[in-house]
Structure formats: structure tokens, C-alpha cells
């Protein structure tokens, strides 16, 4: 900090004017003092500037734990987002990305691509270092020639690391909120879809990149298939991918797929996407914005959320605010955009309920009112829309951006009603 820089600084002083025990006259302390408060400034100044950089970049941090589960030590990598520091009160999703650290950038960049529209959250990101890949991710032993005989089974530990050891050290040490998504590919992606079957409710989104579920004679596509024929509700969110992979891995891959769609539980939110041209190593780097754009809600409704009651527009933020980890209402020029659209295709009545809630929503923003006299105006109500313009005008003062748009309507409709 630059307080403790400036002491150190003083003290480094001190000894310097310090001459064989004697004091220095008074004229060269003098110097030295103006010499120091220019210097103490400028550190000041350099300091504040680091911390103001610093404040706008991403912090790396590489923790270690003991795992009592898998009798070892595990290294994890956390991603903390740019507002960490500055915004002491706020909690924050957490993205679990298996296979490592390398994984970051890449989560990072889609991410606050989103973030830049409005289109996703600021998360932490936990990327779990490997040791043995295949014991922990595959959840039972491969018996199959056509891969490593012997090798797996430590799904079940593997899993019970994070539940019970992993998670709960993370929410300890960071400020996190309830919104968990777990993410990995190839055998990474077998192992996302075991903790879908066995702890449905321990994430919140599930992303499989080309899950590997040729392993053992197929056995996690049977026992995923398993699964979800036997469950009638399921509340999360499912992102498969697969890439140009052909012989077993497809016909399986494409069957447990074709399985699922066609035995979805309730709830459940279902993206494939397949990538013809994309090799398997790939999958992960070409599905990744697509698994996160439609996972996370943007912060403007999309039109098709909107069922033409109004308690959909709560529903939705309801479940915005629950991905965000913080409370999250509505924005005001969204209701009233979306009634712009309602009256732009000519359905007035839908369009004046959601003005009209826009004004319950926010009854001191002038811009609603106006919108509902937009909207009457339109609809050719014009003693209504006078009396909605001349509250947008008693809300607003004559250096708001509106008040002349509301003060050209009240013109407009006065001329109308005198005719």
C-alpha cells in the first residue's frame, strides 16, 4: 500500500540525514522534507494507479489441500473476476473446470465476451489440477480391448472429494453463492454426466464436451440412460457436444443423445450441438460459448420468455437473480421496450398491460409514463395519453434527456384534441 511505501521511504530518510550522530542543519532538512513529500506523492500517486490497474484485472490464486478421500494432496487454480476487490459484498456463481488450469483463459474469454453484453455473470472459476485422469474421472474399470484394460473406477472418491472437501473449502476461503456448474471433456465429460446421475442437485449446469462414453462397453451411456428414464423431474441444465469421432464413440454418443431428448425429465434443459469438422480434442474450444450463452440469462428478457402474462417477466428475473447471486429486478427501459414491440406489430391491448407495469414496477420514472403515453397515443386515446405525458413531465425537470420528447407529445396532442 502506498502508506506503508511512504514510511518505509521516511524511515530510509531519517537514517540519511543522519551525519556521523549529528543532526543536519536545518536548511538541508528543510530540502530533504520538501524532497520527500514530492517523492511521498508521486509514490502515492504510482501506487494508487497499480491498485486502480489491479482492481481491473483478474486474480490468480493456486491453492493446495489435503484430500482425507483420495489420501493425497490436490492443487486447484481460482479464477477470481475483476470486481473481487473492489466489491467486498458480493457473491459470485463458481464455474468447476476439470482437467486444469489451462482451461481458464479460454472460459475467461467467452465469459466476458457475455459479460460485456449483459449476457452472463461475473463467476469464479475453480480449474482442479489432475494426478491420475483416468482412475478419477472414469466411474467404473475398463474391460474393453479397445482402451486401457484395468484403468478407472475412482469416480465414485473423486466426486465425494469435491462434495464434501473441494466445495466446502471453496465457499470457505471465496465469496460464493449457491449457482455451481461443473464442465469437462472426453473422460472429463463422462465423469460430468456421473455426478449428473448421482448428485443431480450438486450443480446447478452440467457441461459434457464429448464425453467419452464408449468406456467400458458404454457403460456410463447405459447407466446416464439409466438415469434418466427412472427420473420424472430434473431442475439443471445439460450441454452434450461431440466432434468429427466415429466406430463405437458415435454410435454410443449418438444413442445416449437420441435417448435423452426423447426422455427428457421435466425441468430439464437439454443443448447438443454436433461439430462435423472438429476434432476430439477440440470440442470443448467449439462448444464453449454455446454452453455458456445459453445457460446463463441475459440480462434483457428475450421476447419468447415472455408468455403474455406479466408474472413471467418476474419468473424470469427470479431465475436470473438465482444464476447472478444477487437480487435482480427487472430494468425498466426492458418492460418498456417490450411493450414498444407489442405496439409495433399492432397488439395494443398487450402492449398497454405491460406500460401500465412498467409504471408499477417504477412509479417515479417518468420514462414509463411516457411510455404508456406512447402507447395510447399509438392506439389513438389521446386524452389518455395526454394525462400519462403530463406525469412523465411533472416527474422530470427541463435538464432530463426526455423533457422535450415529453413536451413535443403534450404539443402534438393537444393539437389532435382541438381538431
Known sequence: MAWQNSATFLASFIEVIKINGKIMKRRNIARRIVTFLGLSLIASAVFAQQASVSNNEYRTVTDTLYSDVLSENRTITVQLPKSYNASPDKH??????????SNIPLVSAVLERLQKTNAAPEVIIVAIENTD???DFYPTVNQEPQGPVGIGGGAPKFLKFIENELIPFVDKKYRTHDFKVIA??????VFVLYALQT???LFHAHLAYSAAVWWNYGASAKSTKAFMSETKKLDTYLYMNIGEESGVMRERYNDLQSFISANRPEGLTLINDEFDNVPHGL???AGIFNAYQNLFLPLRMPLRDYTGDTSSIADYYQRLSAQYGEQT???EWMVR?????FVNIGNFEQAIKLFKYDILLYPEKPDAYNGLAYGYEQSEKYEAS???VNKAIALSGKDDDGYDVYLARKQRLLKRLAQ
Open 92 to 101: 459470485y456463481p463458481v464455474i468447476y473446470r476439470l482437467d486444469g488450469k
Open 133 to 135: 485422469r483416468l482412475r
Open 184 to 189: 469437462g471433456a472426453s473422460a472429463a465429460g
Open 199 to 201: 448428485n443431480p442437485e
Open 283 to 285: 470440442t470443448s474450444a
Open 329 to 331: 429486478v427487472p430494468p
Open 337 to 341: 421496450e417490450l411493450a414498444y414491440h
Open 386 to 388: 395526454l394525462a400519462e
